[in-house]
């Protein structure tokens, strides 16, 4: 059972425009979220993270919006740079009082054209 | 400072071998992860270690075994791999695992089993 679901396998957007990526997730219990970042060959680095008690965190170009209600959160880079073309892993922690074991989505690779 | 180090970057073993794949970080954490990462399957956990002098069981441990050297070092062995279990693996690390602070994950390493 899929706890956390990025149902988007890929996107592409052209350079300036907006990303929207998109996860959703099952459990209740989760009330930490986060965004990582992969490059080929690297590993995740991490980009934006939000608490469970706020419903928006921004930072820079990026912005991570929570709707609880929905178990739906997504991710919003403005404006959408080449160099943002990367896989975009969702992951989320809570139910337990080790916040290092994260639940991840399956990734969505963003594509930003130029 | 360089964060997480993982060796090897590549491996290929043939069915039935074992290894040891090596990780550690010099920013003086308290916890550290291994994950595997699959095609379609997002990132998930094999064992952690909360601290020093403890390791425990994560979501995917089968076929694995950690040990938790010292502080820096957290390594993860396969004592007779398989096929499944080709993957890249990721060592990560957090300062404190009772605390929301982001994971900090190696390079990887690349393993085939054939």
């Known amino acids: 059972d899929q706890q956390v679901k990025q149902n988007s396998p890929s996107l592409s957007v052209q350079e300036g425009r907006i990303s929207i990526l998109n996860c959703d997730y099952t459990?209740?219990?989760?009330?930490?979220f986060l965004w990582y970042k992969k490059y080929p060959a690297e590993g995740p680095t991490f980009l934006i993270s939000?608490?469970?008690?706020?419903d928006k965190n921004e930072d820079g170009r990026f912005t991570v919006f929570l709707n609880k209600s929905a178990k739906h959160l997504s991710l919003h880079i403005v404006p959408s740079q080449p160099g943002d073309s990367a896989v975009y892993f969702c992951?989320?922690?809570?139910?337990?009082?080790?916040?290092?074991?994260?639940?991840f989505g399956q990734g969505t690779t963003l594509q930003v054209k130029p | 400072n360089a964060g997480v180090t993982q060796t090897p970057k590549f491996q290929v073993l043939k069915t039935g071998q074992s290894m040891t794949l090596q990780c550690a970080q010099d920013?003086?954490?308290?916890?550290m992860y291994w994950y595997r990462q699959d095609p379609g399957m997002g990132l998930r956990l094999i064992y952690y270690?909360?601290?020093?002098?403890?390791?425990d069981k994560g979501e995917v441990p089968n076929g694995y075994n950690v040990s938790r050297l010292n502080k820096r070092e957290f390594s993860l062995r396969l004592e007779s791999a398989a096929p499944s279990q080709t993957s890249v693996y990721f060592c990560?690390?957090?300062?404190?695992?009772?605390?929301?602070?982001?994971?900090?994950f190696g390079n990887g390493t690349r393993l085939t089993v054939t």
């Open positions: 939000i608490s469970s008690i706020k």
């Open positions: 992951a989320a922690s809570g139910g337990s009082s080790n916040t290092g074991k994260l639940i």
């Open positions: 270690s909360a601290s020093e002098g403890t390791t």
């Open positions: 459990n209740s219990m989760f009330d930490y």
């Open positions: 920013m003086n954490h308290n916890s």
């Open positions: 990560a690390s957090i300062l404190h695992s009772s605390y929301n602070s982001p994971l900090h």
